[in-house]
């Protein structure tokens, strides 16, 4: 099976644009998640969508948003950039929700840099 | 407020040695406890579980032990290999709210040959 697959993987942007992230999950999986990870930081939980429905949200501000398609390949949108958004990107799918013993796979993330 | 703290950005030990990675939580609504492997340019992997039903699992050369009274948890990896340099993130997850996961800031192995 192919893994988790984010596009793109390096983008540069300018403070006070907009930028959009895509996360293809492992097939069969429905739940995705995403995560901010900045320099010397863990990872930020941003939230979490499954049959394109978000579960879950962490702590950020409006102009972060998602979504999650029908065949649950997931976009992220970042508004309004701010230098403070330059970051690695995580996507995450899990088969299913519901259970933490549900393995997480990880992408590879996008690395998101506002100029 | 920092629910997961890995209060050791770095370690360093020899070929052949003990690696242990230690990782303390707040939240006491956490009963699911993971800990994830990165390498530069690629995403977290998974590496190892325990449900705060058990103290200790193991996985080979890793093991992980859970103390729930004093809200820590350590990865043991024995013996340590070159190869397992790499930045380890610990995690934990209510299963209530299974899905969400909250994450430390990461512990940097190095392991020297």
């Known amino acids: 099976k192919a893994g988790v697959t984010q596009t793109p993987r390096y983008l540069i942007k300018t403070r006070g644009q907009q930028v959009t992230l895509s996360c293809s999950p492992i097939?069969?999986?429905?739940?995705v998640s995403w995560y901010q990870q900045t320099p010397g930081q863990g990872l930020q939980f941003l939230f979490e969508?499954?049959?394109?429905?978000?579960?879950n949200k962490g702590n950020f501000p409006g102009r972060f948003s998602g979504r999650q398609f029908s065949n649950s390949r997931s976009e992220m949108n970042v508004s309004t950039l701010e230098l403070g958004d330059s970051a690695l990107y995580l996507c995450?799918?899990?088969?299913?929700?519901?259970?933490?013993?549900?393995?997480?796979?990880f992408g590879p993330g996008t690395r998101l840099t506002v100029l | 407020d920092q629910q997961v703290k890995q209060n050791s950005p770095s370690l360093s030990v020899q070929e052949g040695r003990i690696s242990i990675l230690n990782c303390d939580y707040t939240?006491?609504?956490?009963?699911?406890f993971l800990w994830y492997k990165k390498y530069p340019a690629e995403g977290p992997t998974f590496l190892i579980s325990?449900?705060?039903?058990?103290d200790k699992n193991e996985d080979g050369r890793f093991t992980v032990f859970l103390n729930k009274s004093a809200k820590h948890l350590s990865l043991h990896i024995v013996p340590s290999q070159p190869g397992d340099s790499a930045v380890y993130f610990c995690?934990?997850?209510?299963?209530?709210?299974?899905?969400?996961?909250?994450f430390g800031d990461g512990t940097t192995l190095t392991v020297k040959p």
């Open positions: 995450a799918s899990r088969a299913n929700v519901g259970s933490s013993t549900d393995t997480q796979y």
């Open positions: 097939s069969g999986h429905r739940s």
């Open positions: 969508y499954f049959s394109e429905t978000q579960r």
């Open positions: 939240n006491s609504m956490f009963d699911y």
């Open positions: 325990i449900s705060s039903i058990k």
């Open positions: 995690a934990a997850e209510a299963n209530t709210n299974a899905g969400k996961s909250t």
